[in-house]
């Protein structure tokens, strides 16, 4: 409805206009991109690391019917992050729109110093060095997705993402800055919806901690959020869908539905080791085992939250979507002095991720970090 609501807006600002969409091979991004091309605009660039994701794009928007793309519409494997980004956006530019996606968006990137500083580089960094990179150049739009797990963040990711919103709002003045915070996006790459059809692909069992209740959206639902917050926002406006408190989902019940629409009926298990062992007869008894457990990982939260108090909400501007704006008394100081001193930790040896927790836990006021010592790298 907010589209119907807004057609004649977003016609004006797409419409024949010019966009770069970094990211734009994952779930969200390739959404994104097929929402924009809905209003014709003139060029369209993607950028993204995975090369294989691109092919992907690409095949998927012409072949879709009735889709416009336009002569101008180019993508390259490249990381956000890579010296030949600039070559490119300064082949290209101007942009009226720009859009990153690109991102460390799992809770299971936080294992280590090493892993931690590779999400700060991408999450952080590289969104730092884009906005200084377009200032001068003033597009019409600029957008960078967030997460909910930003809003009182107790992950180092959900930290990462707040601390590039703070960043953004540092920008706002010079360039109109959006975000959006999301729910789980339904079987978006690497998520563990996607990763129920890959395990039954090799009969595999299922594992999921039964306790953990989210928020989905669809994925072109996810799209058309972000298009409305890269184009109707405003500077420092934060998006995100307005969701019932009793529309968040077990992933218990979600499995369960998962499993029994698949055909099989869903057996639980104990342990990760009764569900391998029960994996050999899914054939056989048409039972689906699920290794379900409680939530016993670093940084998760059992449940979905998009704001916080030190945030007013706007929930009347738009149909199915709030705004969220920092209150003037919480606006924060200077992020770009906490990115001054992750860059010069990062230079020192033997580091750890409690010296990141310390720096990001000064500057993030609503950061409480949960460490568990262990990742989801260790589950099954």
Aim: glycine fraction near 4%; aromatic fraction near 10%; charge should be negative.
């Amino acid at each position: 409805m907010d589209i119907k609501n807004n057609f004649h807006i977003l016609s004006n600002e797409i419409e024949n206009s010019a966009v770069l969409v970094i990211g734009g091979a994952g779930t969200i991004g390739s959404n994104y991109i097929k929402s924009i091309l809905q209003f014709k605009p003139a060029k369209v660039v993607v950028v993204d690391t995975s090369e294989n994701g691109l092919t992907e794009l690409v095949r998927s928007v012409r072949s879709t019917p009735g889709l416009y793309v336009p002569a101008e519409f180019i993508t390259y494997p490249v990381s956000l992050g890579d010296k030949i980004f600039k070559k490119i956006y300064d082949y290209y530019k101007p942009f009226d729109i720009i859009a990153n996606f690109a991102a460390h968006k799992h809770v299971r990137s936080e294992k280590d110093i090493f892993s931690v500083e590779a999400m700060i580089e991408n999450n952080v960094f590289n969104a730092s060095r884009l906005l200084q990179l377009i200032e001068e150049d003033h597009p019409s739009h600029f957008f960078c997705v967030s997460t909910d797990k930003a809003a009182n963040p107790v992950n180092i990711m959900g930290a990462t993402k707040k601390l590039m919103e703070e960043v953004v709002i540092e920008y706002a003045a010079s360039i109109n800055c959006t975000t959006a915070r999301f729910a789980n996006v339904a079987f978006s790459n690497g998520s563990l919806l996607d990763g129920f059809i890959n395990r039954m692909m090799y009969k595999q069992p299922l594992s999921i901690p039964g306790d953990v209740k989210r928020y989905f959206v669809s994925p072109a639902e996810s799209g058309e959020i972000c298009m409305l917050a890269s184009v109707l926002g405003t500077p420092g406006d934060i998006f995100f869908p307005k969701l019932k408190e009793d529309e968040l989902t077990s992933f218990y019940d979600i499995t369960d539905r998962f499993i029994t629409q698949s055909g099989y009926t869903m057996e639980v298990c104990s342990t990760d080791a009764e569900a391998k062992e029960k994996s050999l007869l899914i054939d056989k008894t048409k039972k689906y085992p699920v290794y379900v457990s409680d939530s016993n990982t670093t940084g998760e939260k059992l449940y979905e939250e998009f704001y916080t108090e030190t945030e007013s909400v706007d929930w009347e501007r738009f149909e199915s979507l709030a705004v969220a704006k920092t209150l003037e008394q919480n606006i924060p100081g200077n992020k770009l002095e906490a990115i001054k001193e992750l860059r010069e930790l990062f230079r020192e040896p033997g580091i750890s991720k409690s010296n990141v927790v310390d720096i990001l836990s000064r500057h993030i006021a609503t950061f409480e970090h949960i460490e568990k010592g262990i990742s989801l790298d260790r589950k099954m």
